[in-house]
C-alpha cells in the first residue's frame, strides 16, 4: 500500500513541488520507503510508497513510454502478471516488474473499462495529458480510500484527508450532517464526510475530471442472484475460490504475514497462507487483559496447530486510553467504539517484526452471514409472527447471552427488539442499531440540534435504496446494508487501513475477492445461515483444514474495553481537558450539563449501557477530532525534492 494525492487545475497555473510535498508529508506513515512527485502545467501528482512489488524498480509517479499518461497509484493489483502478458501480446513494452505499469498500459488499452479486468485493492489517478482529464477509480469493495475535494474549478484528492488540508489550498469544517451520519450509522455514508466540502469516492465507482469538473460512474454494484438450491460442487467451488483468493493475495515481494483473532475467518486464511507460504509464518494477535474480551486461547491454539511464529499485542488498562488521541488522528472521524485502538497496535507490532504485509478475515461476516445481527433478523421476524409468544421471545436469551446473564433487564430488550420497526421497512435488519446508536443525539447542545432540523439520515438512506434491493430475502437486503453501512466506511477505512497504514502495513482481505462475493451472494441464504448457525458452508469447508475446536467454535465478536478504558487510575490529562465545559462550548456539539452527568456516572463506574458507553466515546472522539482537524490549521514541512526517489515533468508532445 501507499498514499496518494494530487491537484488538478482547469487553467496552466501549474502545482509546485512545495505544495505536493506538504502533501506527501502528511501521507509519509503510509509509505515510509520512499515518495516522489509529477508536476505539470495543470496536474501534479505525489507518491509515498510502501515496497512490496519490484522494490527496486517501483517508484511513483510512473509514466508510459512518451509521457503522456501518468499514474499515481495505491494498492494492489493481484493478477498483474496475468494482464501483464495479455498487454505484452497487445503491444506494449514494460519498463519494470510492478503491478503499478500494469495500470498505466491498461489505460492505453481499454480506458475505463480497465476496471473489470482488476482483481484487487485500490485508489489511483491517471493523468491523460493528451486529453486533459485526470481518471480516478477505487476498488469495488471500498477496500482502499480516496478523498477528494473541489475548490472553484481546481480538483484536490488523497488517500486521507488530511493530504487535502496540508495543501493549504483546502479548509478544514466541520458538516453536521456528516457528523449526525456518524451518530447514526457509526461512519458518514460515502460520498459524505464529516468535514464539509470533503467527499469520499464510493466503492466501486470511477470519476473523469475535464474542464474543471468532475463526472462520477459506477462500474460495480452490489447484487444477490440467490439460488433456490446450493449446487452440488458448492463446497468445492468454495474450496477452489477460498485457495485462489488466498493465492493470488499471497503475492508479494516481502514476507506476508497475517492477523489472527482465534476466530473461524482469520484461522482459515491463515491456516492457508501457512500452507502456501515458502517460510514459517508470522501471525500476530491481539490479547486483552479483561477475559471478557480475550481470545488468547483459541489463538495459541491455531498458531501451534499451523506451526506459525507468533507475536502479541498485549492490550492493558491504560493502553486504549493513552494512544485514543493518535487513533482519532488517523481515523479522521469521530468514533463510537474503541475498537481500532487495539487494532493500531496491532499493526505497531506486525511493523516492529519486520512484517509490512498481512492476511486479514475481514469480508467473511458479510458474506456469510456470520453477524448477530442476521440471526436477529431472523427472530425477530419469527417473534413477530406471534409476537404474543413468549418461548419464542426467548430466543433473544439464547442470542445475546451476555444482556440476560445478569438475570436483569430481559423484557426491556425483548421488547427493544421486537418494537423497533415493521418487517415492511426496507431498515428492519438494521433499526434496533440504528435506532440505539441515535440516542447519543439525545446529548447534542441545542443549537447544533437545531441546525439539523432538515437532516434525514435514514429516509435519504431509505431513498438511496436500488430497485433490486426490493427484490431481495430479507437476509440478503440486511447483508446489502452491512456492506454499504459497515463494512468500507468503518471496517475497511477506520478499523482497517487507518490503523494498520497508520504504521505502514498493508493488509489484504482473501473474503473480500469480487469472485468470493459473487459466489457467496447466489448461494440460497440457508447454505449460509441454517436456523441460528451461522457461516454453515464455510463451516463446512473450515472443516477440511482446521480442527474441530475451531471450526465448530460460535463467532465472538470483536470488542474492546469502551468508556471505562478512559477512567481507571492514572488516566491521561486530555481527557478532562476535552471533556471540559469550556472544551466543550468551544467545539458546539454536545450539551455540556448532559454530557457533565455522563462524566461522573462514567467516573462512579455505574455508566454500563450500550447508550453510555457510545455516548462517551462519541464526545470524546468528536472533541478530539475537532481539535486536531477544525481548531489547529494544518501544517506539515513539506518533504525535500532533493530526496525524492522520482521527480517528473510534464512531457512536452512530440509533433506527429
Not at 467504539?337 to 496491532?346: F, G, K, S, W
Not at 430488550?413 to 421497512?425: E, I, M, N, Q, T
Not at 441545542?446 to 437532516?455: D, G, H, I, V
Not at 478532562?576 to 462524566?599: F, I, T
Amino acid at each position: 500500500m501507499c498514499g496518494i494525492a494530487g491537484i488538478a487545475r482547469s487553467t496552466p497555473s501549474g502545482v509546485t513541488v512545495e505544495t505536493l510535498g506538504r502533501m506527501a508529508a502528511a501521507l509519509q506513515h503510509r509509505g515510509p520507503d520512499g515518495y516522489g512527485f509529477y508536476t505539470g502545467s495543470y496536474v501534479g501528482f505525489a507518491h509515498n510508497r510502501l515496497s512490496i512489488v519490484d522494490v527496486a524498480g517501483g517508484g511513483q509517479p510512473l509514466a508510459n513510454e512518451d509521457g503522456q499518461v501518468v499514474v499515481t497509484y495505491n494498492g494492489e493489483i493481484y493478477n498483474h502478471p496475468e494482464l501483464r502478458r495479455e498487454l505484452e501480446a497487445r503491444g506494449h513494452v514494460f519498463r519494470t516488474r510492478s503491478d503499478t505499469e500494469v495500470l498505466v498500459h491498461a489505460y492505453e488499452e481499454w480506458g475505463a473499462a480497465m476496471l473489470h479486468r482488476l482483481n484487487g485493492q485500490f485508489a489511483f489517478a491517471i493523468h491523460d495529458a493528451a486529453r486533459r482529464t485526470v481518471f480516478l477509480a477505487r476498488d469495488r469493495f471500498g477496500v482502499r480510500p480516496l478523498f477528494y475535494a473541489q475548490s472553484g474549478r481546481a480538483l484536490y484528492f488523497a488517500s486521507e484527508v488530511k493530504a487535502l488540508f496540508a495543501s493549504g489550498e483546502v479548509s478544514a469544517a466541520m458538516d453536521p450532517r456528516g457528523l449526525d451520519e456518524v451518530f447514526t450509522f457509526w461512519a458518514a455514508r460515502p460520498p459524505r464526510t464529516p468535514f464539509r466540502d470533503v467527499r469520499s469516492l464510493e466503492p466501486g465507482t470511477y470519476g473523469i475530471w475535464r474542464d474543471g469538473s468532475l463526472h462520477l460512474h459506477r462500474y460495480y454494484d452490489l447484487a444477490y442472484p440467490e439460488q433456490r438450491a446450493e449446487p452440488r460442487d458448492a463446497l468445492e467451488q468454495l474450496t477452489g475460490l477460498m485457495e485462489t483468493a488466498t493465492s493470488l493475495r499471497m503475492r508479494a515481494d516481502v514476507p506476508v504475514g497475517a492477523y489472527l483473532s482465534g476466530g473461524l475467518d482469520s484461522s482459515i486464511t491463515a491456516s492457508l497462507a501457512a500452507r502456501m507460504t515458502p517460510h514459517q509464518l508470522r501471525t500476530f494477535s491481539i490479547t486483552f487483559s479483561d477475559s471478557r474480551f480475550d481470545e488468547s486461547e483459541f489463538q495459541r491454539a491455531v498458531a501451534g496447530g499451523i506451526g506459525s511464529l507468533h507475536g502479541i499485542s498485549a492490550i492493558g488498562e491504560n493502553v486504549i486510553a493513552q494512544s485514543f488521541p493518535e487513533v482519532v488522528w488517523h481515523a479522521e472521524t469521530p468514533l463510537l467504539r474503541t475498537a481500532p485502538a487495539p487494532m493500531y497496535h496491532l499493526a505497531k507490532l506486525t511493523k516492529a517484526s519486520g512484517i509490512k504485509v498481512v492476511l486479514t478475515g475481514e469480508g467473511a461476516d458479510e458474506l456469510f452471514l456470520g453477524y448477530d445481527l442476521f440471526k436477529e433478523v431472523a427472530v425477530r421476524r419469527f417473534c413477530l409472527r406471534r409476537p404474543e409468544s413468549r418461548g419464542r421471545q426467548r430466543l433473544f436469551d439464547r442470542l445475546y447471552p451476555y444482556l440476560f446473564e445478569q438475570g436483569r433487564g430481559g423484557e426491556f430488550w425483548r421488547k427493544f427488539f421486537l418494537d423497533a420497526g415493521r418487517p415492511d421497512d426496507p431498515l428492519f435488519s438494521h433499526l434496533p442499531r440504528i435506532l440505539l446508536t441515535s440516542r447519543i443525539k439525545e446529548f447534542y447542545a441545542p443549537e447544533f440540534a437545531a441546525s439539523l432540523t432538515t437532516a434525514r439520515p435514514m429516509d435519504e438512506l431509505r431513498e438511496s435504496l436500488p430497485a433490486r434491493f426490493f427484490q431481495w430475502s430479507p437476509l440478503n437486503q440486511a447483508a446489502y446494508l452491512e456492506m454499504e453501512l459497515l463494512l468500507s466506511p468503518y471496517l475497511l477505512s477506520s478499523q482497517g487501513d487507518r490503523m494498520a497504514m497508520a504504521h505502514g502495513v498493508e493488509g489484504r482481505y482473501p473474503f473480500l475477492d469480487h469472485r468470493l462475493f459473487e459466489f457467496a451472494a447466489a448461494l440460497p441464504t440457508s447454505s449460509r445461515l441454517l436456523g441460528l448457525r451461522e457461516k454453515e458452508i464455510l463451516r463446512r469447508f473450515a472443516r477440511r483444514i482446521l480442527p474441530a475446536s475451531i471450526s465448530g467454535r460460535r463467532k465472538q465478536p470483536y470488542r474492546a474495553p469502551d468508556a471505562p478504558s478512559f477512567f481507571a487510575a492514572g488516566a491521561p490529562g486530555y481527557i478532562a481537558d476535552m471533556l471540559s465545559e469550556e472544551a466543550l462550548n468551544r467545539v458546539g456539539v454536545w450539551a455540556p450539563r448532559a454530557v457533565g452527568g455522563l462524566v461522573r456516572r462514567c467516573r462512579a463506574g455505574s455508566a454500563i449501557s450500550f447508550r453510555e458507553n457510545q455516548a462517551l466515546l462519541a464526545v470524546l472522539s468528536t472533541q478530539l477530532w475537532h481539535h486536531q482537524f477544525v481548531a489547529t490549521a494544518a501544517s506539515s514541512q513539506a518533504l525535500p525534492t532533493h530526496a525524492a526517489d522520482v521527480v517528473m515533468h510534464e512531457a512536452v508532445p512530440v509533433p506527429a
